[in-house]
């Protein structure tokens, strides 16, 4: 299975790329919110990418979806979890930053959900019941980044802290210990999607 693809550039097209890695040409599906992050760069230019690997008994070809993030692919998988969204529906529905998309489903807004391309009012409630309260993290990702003389201000801190909490259930004591060891780990943590990453990464570790 392919989970991460560094290359070249070697084409463009409207939904996908395809990438030169090691002699051997990668076809890369690319959501919407992803191509836009392409539109500066160049034939030939080295690029990386998180991949979905997707292979079925019904769908026999593999498709390879591409994500600037760790953190976009897994709320990807989240997202696809949900009934009547497959991979190929979640790419168009991806339209939109991921942190917008979980803000949505964090604060039940099924109208917001259903301008999403191919979510309809079912789909919206359908995501609604499955994901809200559960992908919380994912609504501070790219937040905008704090210097890098102060990466672990108080207000970065409390702002993990507080979604760790109030959102995902942690114990004040244990949210507090997470982020401390996750700092720990990663002295160069700057952003709130940083440190959310390396928290979790420790609880899978």
């Known amino acids: 299975?392919?989970?991460?693809?560094?290359?070249?550039?070697?084409?463009?097209?409207?939904?996908?790329?395809?990438?030169?890695?090691?002699?051997?040409?990668?076809?890369i599906l690319l959501p919407a919110v992803v191509r836009q992050t392409f539109n500066s760069?160049?034939?030939?230019?080295?690029?990386?990418?998180?991949?979905?690997y997707h292979q079925t008994e019904r769908q026999p070809k593999p498709t390879l979806?591409?994500?600037?993030?760790?953190?976009?692919?897994e709320f990807f998988r989240y997202f696809i979890s949900v009934e009547d969204i497959g991979p190929m529906k979640a790419v168009q529905a991806f339209s939109v930053p991921v942190r917008e998309i979980a803000r949505a489903i964090e604060s039940g807004d099924?109208?917001?959900?259903?301008?999403?391309?191919?979510?309809?009012?079912r789909t919206a409630q359908k995501i609604l019941a499955t994901l809200e309260g559960k992908v919380a993290k994912f609504a501070l990702i790219r937040q905008a980044k704090r210097s890098t003389e102060v990466p672990h201000s108080e207000d970065f801190?409390?702002?993990?802290h507080e979604v760790l909490t109030?959102?995902?259930?942690?114990k004040v004591k244990e949210a507090k210990e997470m982020i401390e060891d996750a700092l720990k780990r990663n002295k160069?943590?700057?952003?709130?999607?940083?440190?959310?990453e390396e928290v979790y990464r420790g609880e899978v570790s």
């Open 65 to 73: 979806i591409g994500f600037n993030l760790e953190v976009e692919r």
């Open 157 to 160: 801190i409390e702002q993990v």
């Open 1 to 27: 299975m392919i989970g991460y693809l560094e290359g070249r550039l070697l084409k463009k097209e409207t939904d996908r790329i395809l990438l030169l890695n090691n002699q051997v040409g990668y076809e």
């Open 110 to 121: 099924s109208a917001y959900l259903k301008r999403l391309k191919g979510i309809g009012n």
């Open 166 to 170: 109030k959102q995902l259930g942690h």
């Open 188 to 196: 160069k943590i700057s952003t709130a999607e940083e440190l959310f």
């Open 41 to 52: 760069k160049k034939i030939g230019d080295e690029v990386a990418l998180h991949i979905y």
